[in-house]
């Protein structure tokens, strides 16, 4: 991460942290400049008013460079040529100041699974278990056959079991930001993975917390 607001770049660093990932900061363009050239990232959360050298022109050094790690712009310069800029320039994706964190973490997250950031390890809840390596899932000893989007809905929320994420959340996490259909389609989905993943016992792998929304048991 790149950014010189120290408050806002503690919050962020630890709140990605309590999410899982590890996060390094630099709080001026050189150094950010020199830490993603050096470095090993799979993401780059990039300020755009820096000192020593601006967002703008750290993310074109990079590009220029040949580094091609995925890069969210996050920064107050909220003006569409700002933004127009930003992804002329080689950035990804474009989120202003104040955010949301949850958000944040959905871009975050949606940035990696489309440029395929690292081999992410297993991951379980209960019995059921997924290899987003692989994109293939299991409940018990069985696999279960999703779609694409099914996969990334159960993902989603198998990453964060035991939480209770809200409608949004899973709209904003797993469809593109820009989707302007039915936000129904989130329940949809859900109906799927209950008639893939139940057994029939009457209980339910992902819970409905009504009025605020659903919960993967962990």
Do not use: H
């Given at each position: 991460?790149?950014?010189?607001?120290?408050?806002?770049?503690?919050?962020?660093?630890?709140?990605?942290?309590a999410?899982?990932?590890?996060?390094?900061?630099?709080?001026?363009?050189?150094?950010?400049?020199?830490?993603a050239?050096?470095?090993?990232?799979?993401?780059?959360?990039?300020?755009?008013?820096?000192?020593?050298?601006?967002?703008?022109?750290?993310?074109?050094?990079?590009?220029?460079?040949?580094?091609?790690?995925?890069?969210?712009?996050?920064?107050?310069?909220?003006?569409?040529?700002?933004?127009?800029?930003?992804?002329?320039?080689?950035?990804?994706?474009?989120?202003?100041?104040?955010?949301?964190?949850?958000?944040?973490?959905?871009?975050?997250?949606?940035?990696?699974?489309?440029?395929?950031?690292?081999?992410?390890?297993?991951?379980?809840?209960?019995?059921?278990?997924?290899?987003?390596?692989?994109?293939?899932?299991r409940?018990?000893?069985?696999?279960?056959?999703?779609?694409?989007?099914?996969?990334?809905?159960?993902?989603?929320?198998?990453?964060?079991?035991?939480?209770?994420?809200?409608?949004?959340?899973?709209?904003?996490?797993?469809?593109?930001?820009?989707?302007?259909?039915?936000?129904?389609?989130?329940?949809?989905?859900?109906?799927?993975?209950?008639?893939?993943?139940?057994?029939?016992?009457?209980?339910?792998?992902?819970?409905?917390?009504?009025?605020?929304?659903?919960?993967?048991?962990?």
């Amino acid at each position: 991460m790149v950014e010189d607001d120290v408050k806002i770049a503690t919050a962020v660093k630890r709140g990605l942290e309590a999410e899982g990932f590890a996060v390094e900061v630099a709080f001026d363009g050189d150094n950010g400049f020199w830490l993603a050239t050096e470095g090993s990232y799979d993401l780059i959360v990039l300020d755009i008013m820096l000192p020593k050298r601006n967002g703008f022109q750290v993310c074109r050094d990079i590009r220029a460079a040949g580094d091609w790690t995925p890069i969210l712009m996050l920064t107050a310069k909220d003006g569409k040529l700002d933004e127009a800029e930003a992804l002329d320039t080689g950035a990804d994706d474009y989120l202003t100041k104040p955010f949301s964190f949850p958000v944040l973490v959905s871009r975050v997250r949606a940035l990696l699974r489309r440029t395929g950031g690292g081999s992410p390890a297993p991951v379980t809840a209960g019995d059921v278990a997924i290899e987003p390596a692989r994109r293939q899932a299991r409940r018990g000893d069985s696999d279960v056959q999703l779609t694409a989007r099914e996969f990334d809905v159960l993902e989603y929320l198998i990453r964060r079991a035991g939480e209770v994420i809200a409608k949004r959340e899973i709209l904003a996490g797993v469809w593109d930001f820009d989707f302007v259909g039915d936000p129904n389609i989130v329940e949809v989905y859900i109906g799927r993975l209950r008639r893939k993943l139940d057994d029939g016992d009457g209980s339910s792998v992902i819970e409905t917390v009504r009025g605020v929304g659903y919960r993967m048991v962990p």
